[in-house]
């Protein structure tokens, strides 16, 4: 009973006040880096769309009265160049913006989007390196190829050495905390010595002191102190491997014994901890830190999610509110996501149309491989409405039927979306019946077929190249389960190959 009573004071009301004052240190740096990533992603999709949008809408005009014909495609392109231009003479011809000191800010707005410019085709030119290295080591380069915006934005070296210095400089203090504490409280073995010497000598009393309700506050500030350094959306770390964890998952196991009785008062003292300490700081980085676009923290967040659900019991408050702010933080995400359906004629008439289209279909069909990774903790209908009804059905795959005309992209792209639902709604090995949900996306496949025919038919596509992209269309089919329509294409275009 004296450690349970001397410890507040001599630990706690000292050294927890700084703990926690170093914790929302750390959560403002985490904010920080969160919020310049969303802030740089909107800025530069607002510098890619500068022009575009405008001209789109000039374009559309022009085919929707003088007809959607090929033949208007110059028509259109003449009209989107003046849009374009007007807007763009508009946002440079602005009067200056003068601080407090005198400075010109739209000078420097202009010059940070320039400074954007140079960064995104950088990024590009990493991406299309990457692209070309990968293509060469797989034999079926057209499907496994990515498409610019699939990949995962990547921050600048020199923005994560920000953060890691930002962040380190807030850890510094973390090993003098207990630099002035009393020998007795200085480390967590010695606390955890004197009470296991407690418990085993004076079982009685500990019983009676109630001591199993008081452990779990005594080891907090140490077990918080150590989780200053976990940054679970940045590295995939194991609480196996730190040392909180390998000191009290064995509290109280008498020597000898195996393991601990199930109805030893202390037997669920690892996972308390779990819930109180580590939970709610998992909470907190999902809610304010998780980018959900990127592949790394979703990965990261869905193992770290997953680590604590082998600890925490399902009935447990805190581990629903998690669940909760997943699901939302997933939704907004699909809600907030544009993906274009402009059409092959507007794409070829506006300049820049094409790319930004591509890669907000890229980013889509990123998404929907970030949402299938949560497959073993959200719940089949919540995917299923989050990937498959709000996303696929409403975004992607109107936009792939904008473009259905131009065979080639078509298959390119329909192949990303059966690829970003692999292993859990398409693949040979997946089971379970999902066919109503992706009917829509069987259907398209299979009209895709019917149009590479009719190019066939009509001398539009050399017969190596059909067979080629029948190849590709047939594999789909059979990714997706269908292998009705799988036989059927490969033996419209003879293909002599088994599914």
């Known amino acids: 009973m004296l450690i349970s009573c001397l410890f507040p004071s001599l630990f706690s009301q000292d050294k927890a006040a700084y703990i926690e004052e170093l914790e929302e240190r750390i959560q403002k740096v985490q904010e920080e880096r969160a919020a310049?990533?969303?802030?740089?992603?909107?800025?530069?999709?607002?510098?890619?769309?500068?022009?575009?949008?405008?001209?789109?809408?000039a374009a559309m005009l022009v085919f929707k009265e003088r007809g959607n014909s090929p033949l208007m495609i110059s028509a259109a392109a003449s009209a989107a160049q003046t849009a374009s231009a007007a807007v763009k003479i508009q946002e440079t011809a602005t009067q200056p913006e003068l601080d407090e000191l005198g400075r010109d800010m739209s000078?420097?707005?202009?010059?940070?989007?320039?400074?954007?410019?140079?960064?995104?085709?950088?990024?590009?030119?990493?991406?299309?390196?990457?692209?070309?290295s990968s293509s060469?080591?797989?034999?079926?380069?057209?499907?496994?190829?990515?498409?610019?915006?699939?990949?995962?934005?990547?921050?600048?070296?020199?923005?994560?050495?920000?953060?890691?210095?930002?962040?380190?400089?807030?850890?510094?203090?973390?090993?003098?905390?207990?630099?002035d504490a009393s020998e007795e409280f200085s480390q967590l073995s010695v606390v955890k010595e004197k009470l296991e010497k407690w418990k085993k000598e004076y079982a009685a009393s500990y019983r009676d002191a109630y001591m199993s309700l008081s452990v779990p506050a005594i080891f907090s500030?140490?077990?918080?102190?150590?989780?200053?350094?976990?940054?679970?959306?940045?590295?995939?770390?194991?609480?196996?491997?730190?040392?909180?964890?390998?000191?009290?998952?064995?509290?109280?196991?008498?020597?000898?014994?195996s393991d601990l009785n199930s109805e030893d008062s202390d037997s669920n003292l690892v996972p308390q901890l779990v819930e109180k300490i580590a939970v709610p700081k998992l909470h907190h980085q999902i809610v304010h830190c998780w980018d959900t676009l990127s592949t790394l923290e979703t990965?990261?967040?869905?193992?770290?999610?997953?680590?604590?659900?082998?600890?925490?019991?399902?009935?447990?408050?805190?581990?629903?509110e998690l669940l909760v702010a997943v699901h939302t933080r997933l939704a907004d995400t699909v809600s907030n996501i544009v993906v274009p359906n402009w059409g092959s004629l507007v794409l070829k008439a506006v300049p820049n149309a094409s790319r930004v289209a591509?890669?907000?279909?890229?980013?889509?069909?990123?998404?929907?491989?970030?949402?299938?990774?949560?497959?073993?903790?959200?719940?089949?209908?919540?995917?299923?409405?989050?990937?498959?009804?709000?996303?696929?059905?409403?975004?992607?795959?109107?936009?792939?039927?904008?473009?259905?005309?131009?065979?080639?992209?078509?298959?390119?792209?329909?192949?990303?979306?059966?690829?970003?639902?692999?292993?859990?709604?398409?693949?040979?090995?997946?089971?379970?019946?999902?066919?109503?949900?992706?009917?829509?996306l069987v259907d398209f496949v299979v009209s895709i077929g019917r149009?590479?025919?009719?190019?066939?038919?009509?001398?539009?596509?050399?017969?190596?190249?059909?067979?080629?992209?029948?190849?590709?269309?047939?594999?789909?089919?059979?990714?997706?389960?269908?292998?009705?329509n799988a036989r059927r294409i490969a033996k419209a275009f003879r293909l002599r190959e088994a599914l």
């Open 136 to 179: 060469m080591e797989v034999d079926d380069s057209s499907a496994e190829r990515k498409i610019e915006g699939e990949s995962s934005t990547e921050e600048s070296e020199s923005e994560s050495e920000a953060y890691r210095s930002s962040r380190d400089r807030c850890l510094e203090p973390v090993d003098q905390i207990l630099s």
């Open 451 to 484: 149009t590479l025919e009719k190019k066939q038919a009509a001398l539009g596509v050399s017969e190596g190249e059909t067979n080629g992209l029948a190849r590709r269309l047939k594999k789909m089919l059979v990714e997706l389960n269908d292998y009705d």
């Open 358 to 440: 591509a890669y907000r279909f890229g980013v889509s069909v990123r998404l929907i491989r970030n949402i299938c990774l949560w497959k073993d903790i959200l719940a089949m209908p919540v995917l299923e409405e989050l990937a498959l009804d709000e996303l696929l059905r409403k975004k992607v795959l109107p936009h792939v039927q904008s473009i259905s005309s131009d065979v080639h992209d078509a298959v390119a792209r329909t192949e990303r979306i059966v690829s970003s639902l692999s292993g859990v709604w398409t693949g040979r090995n997946v089971t379970g019946d999902s066919s109503g949900k992706l009917q829509l």
């Open 36 to 57: 310049a990533i969303l802030e740089r992603r909107f800025s530069d999709d607002h510098d890619e769309m500068l022009g575009v949008d405008a001209a789109v809408k």
């Open 299 to 320: 990965g990261n967040a869905v193992a770290a999610t997953s680590m604590v659900i082998n600890y925490v019991p399902a009935s447990s408050r805190a581990l629903s």
């Open 221 to 257: 500030p140490y077990v918080r102190l150590e989780l200053l350094h976990w940054d679970p959306l940045r590295k995939s770390d194991d609480f196996f491997d730190m040392n909180w964890h390998s000191q009290l998952f064995n509290y109280g196991i008498p020597e000898g014994a």
């Open 107 to 132: 000078m420097y707005k202009r010059m940070e989007m320039k400074r954007r410019a140079e960064a995104r085709q950088r990024r590009r030119a990493k991406f299309d390196s990457k692209r070309i």
